[in-house]
């Protein structure tokens, strides 16, 4: 593929992510918001402990192949064949596992309810272990256009009948039928839409010769997933489900622009990073300038959802989840570094064996234990404080580590990323005088007045200053404009 294609092709599935990322954002944002209306928050507290063991379990089932997959420079059938099949019966072995132990599970936090819910939600890993080889050949046609629209149609649906099912009074039910059918209706889209049959058989060779950089991914991926949501599980048991679902919320809230967001990057760039792992400089080039994109996008965006916390919570979720805003105020402050350190890794990925990332993981794993151990018993705020604190550590070892693959120094780094945050900080304290002023108007204009000003402001710095991350968001609008209708 040459430069000037693989280059076209990288803007034209950043926007097209982007887009479908923004509007699956949206969608999750109004489920988010009427479903919170009609439930409890110990019912998000039950579904934060569950989603600790399906979120382990679902990186048990991919093992890190499906991104090995996606770093090779060719695939057969038969290692795609192979590794659907690893992906299913992995995926059903853990279900009966998760299954068996449930009613444990329920009787360790005394919630009845955890041994109701946990058959019918762990379905999930079968379901998502029938999307991942496509995902992987979508992927690596950069055929972005059609897996955003794909997600987007599959979280309006799941988003619908969970909405329908809250205002019904299903409860907890609700959430489990959005997750499980978001999942199916992406499994059946990508199979109906791509009918593929594997030309090779498989053999237990294809994944013997795949496995030495899947194992150490699944390592990493592994630990990070039991660490990024282990606090919740001490949280439910030491404090209440209550308390968990209020964390748990601000935990969601934070990470629908955040997670969106570097979904949207890594999904296109990992394997256009790995297409250009040969050339160093083009490789550093576009390192630079998805760092530059995330700053301009999520740095306003996160200090501005601080600065609106209050207002937005009391006006969209009600008296009942102010408790979270606290939370949901700290934790946004990871979101400015923690994309960055995603990126990085990807990096890693890309141009490294494997043995970084697993020693990366160890250090970064031994500074989370002596947070969590400090902060847990000081309380949730504690919690947030030490959650965005490691953030940071893994900003900098990510980055630290990536600069000497890619050649680049701090100096580049902070060139990068200084700009939109200074730019941001300056939003900030607009929005921050501007709202003794806004007092006396109601919960609604005052929000809008808050966001318009937000925008303008940082809009017309990013213009007067003429940053170079304005006119690359302005090139990979240009290219969604321009992409195939085809797809």
């Not at 959650?387 to 120094?409: P, S």
């Amino acid at each position: 593929m040459s430069e000037q294609k693989l280059e076209q092709k990288v803007a034209t599935g950043v926007a097209w992510s982007f887009t479908e990322k923004l509007l699956s954002m949206v969608i999750q944002m109004a489920v988010s918001i009427i479903v919170a209306r009609a439930l409890m928050p110990a019912d998000f507290g039950v579904m934060a402990i569950l989603t600790f063991f399906s979120s382990v379990a679902l990186t048990i089932v991919d093992s890190g192949f499906s991104q090995t997959l996606i770093r090779k420079r060719e695939v057969t059938d038969g290692e795609y064949s192979a590794v659907l099949r690893f992906n299913v019966i992995t995926s059903l072995l853990l279900y009966i596992l998760l299954t068996a132990l449930a009613r444990p599970i329920a009787s360790l936090y005394g919630v009845e309810a955890i041994a109701d819910v946990a058959p019918v939600l762990f379905l999930v890993l079968p379901i998502n272990s029938l999307c991942v080889v496509q995902t992987v050949m979508y992927t690596r046609e950069f055929r972005f256009a059609l897996l955003s629209k794909i997600v987007f149609f599959a979280s309006l649906l799941s988003g619908v009948v969970a909405v329908v099912m809250a205002l019904m009074g299903c409860g907890i039910w609700s959430l489990v039928a959005q997750r499980l059918l978001l999942m199916g209706f992406k499994a059946v889209a990508f199979w109906y839409l791509r009918r593929w049959r594997a030309s090779e058989r498989a053999t237990l060779a294809s994944l013997r010769a795949m496995a030495p950089f899947s194992l150490r991914l699944l390592c990493t991926d592994l630990i990070a997933s039991i660490y990024n949501n282990v606090a919740q599980l001490f949280i439910g048991k030491m404090y209440s489900t209550s308390a968990l679902g209020y964390f748990s919320q601000a935990q969601k809230l934070k990470d629908l622009p955040v997670t969106s967001s570097v979904q949207a990057i890594q999904g296109v760039t990992y394997p256009a990073l790995s297409a250009m792992a040969d050339d160093s400089v083009k490789l550093r080039e576009g390192y630079l300038r998805i760092v530059r994109m995330l700053a301009f996008v999520l740095f306003p965006a996160m200090l501005g959802l601080v600065a609106i916390a209050d207002d937005m919570f009391m006006l969209l979720l009600g008296p009942k989840w102010m408790p979270t805003v606290p939370y949901f105020e700290i934790l946004s402050l990871s979101g400015l570094i923690y994309p960055i350190a995603a990126v990085s890794y990807n990096i890693l990925k890309t141009k490294s064996d494997g043995r970084v990332i697993v020693w990366l993981e160890v250090v970064k794993r031994v500074v989370m234990t002596a947070l969590l151990a400090y902060t847990i018993p000081r309380g949730v705020e504690s919690v947030a404080w030490g959650m965005t604190a490691m953030a940071a550590v893994e900003f900098l070892l990510n980055t630290g580590t990536a600069m000497r693959y890619v050649g680049i120094t701090w100096r580049s780094i902070s060139g990068a990323l200084l700009p939109s945050l200074l730019l941001a900080a300056v939003m900030f304290g607009a929005l921050y005088l501007l709202s003794p002023y806004l007092v006396g108007m109601g919960l609604l204009l005052r929000l809008i007045v808050a966001i318009v000003v937000a925008i303008v402001i940082y809009i017309g710095l990013a213009a007067l200053f003429r940053l170079r991350a304005l006119r690359e968001g302005v090139d990979i609008l240009k290219g969604l404009c321009r992409s195939p209708k085809s797809e």
